[in-house]
Structure formats: C-alpha cells, structure tokens
C-alpha cells in the first residue's frame, strides 16, 4: 500500500462535497500537470490519500480517502465544453489520467498547515516543501503515521 495527499480548492469540490457524493466517491479529474498525472498512474486501489483543502482558510488535511480505481483516461480531456478539455488528447493516446477515490475517515479536526510546519519528522513532506504546487502528491509511511496519530 502506498500513501498520498490530494490538493483541491473546496469552492471547486471539497470534504463535504465528496461525503455527499453518490457513493461518497468521486473520480479525480481534471489533474493537467505531468508529474502530478505519473503519481496518479501509481495509485492502486486501497491506497489511503489524505485530502487536502488549499485555497482555504485555514490551509488543511481534513480526512482520509481511499482509492478505489486505478488510473483510468479522464474523461474531461476529450470533451470540449470541459474547462479540462485537451485538444491533443485523442481515445486512442490520451494525455491524462483520473482515479476514483472514496470517502474513509474524517479526522476528529482538520489538521492545519501552520500545524504541520511545526511537526518533527515532516521536515521534508512534499506539502511542506517550498515552491510545491502538486495536486496529487505521494507521502511516506512514517509522515502518514505522523499525520494521522495527530486525530485518532
């Protein structure tokens, strides 16, 4: 099992909106940056993904998702009304890759930003990196462990 944190902006889709999904799951789309895209491509069904609100007051892990499909070409990038269209993206050599994740676990608090900076052991966490924008970002085992001892 591998571990990960996802990035969205809640006015786009947020906690609440995904526990209110039919089935408390949602496909990941919409993802346009190729690194963040090969993460997506490592995910397996059964990975734990912390989510992650940014753009949000305050900055912060809200819960847990749960993969529950691999990744699959998102349908977005073919369609052109989608503000995630991609003209060169065909069916036959898509560019772009979603995965389904599903609602798991809510932390008993949202963990914040500020309060991960000043957490031991997270010194190098992917989030915490200056300069880092990724929307789809792994996280080793022992920051999952850290983060998530923070709201058993």
Known sequence: MKYWLVKTEPSEFSWEDLKAAPGQTTSWEGVRNYQARNFMREMQPGDLVLFY????????????????RGAYPDPTQFDPSSHYFDPQSTPENPRWDTVDIQY??????P?????????????NMVLLRKGSRLSVQPVTEREWRIVTALRE
């Open 53 to 68: 609100h940014s753009q949000a007051n305050p900055l912060a892990i809200m819960g847990i998702a749960k993969v529950v």
């Open 104 to 109: 798991y676990r809510e932390f008993s608090a």
């Open 111 to 123: 963990v914040s930003l500020p309060q991960l900076k000043e957490i031991p052991g997270l010194e």
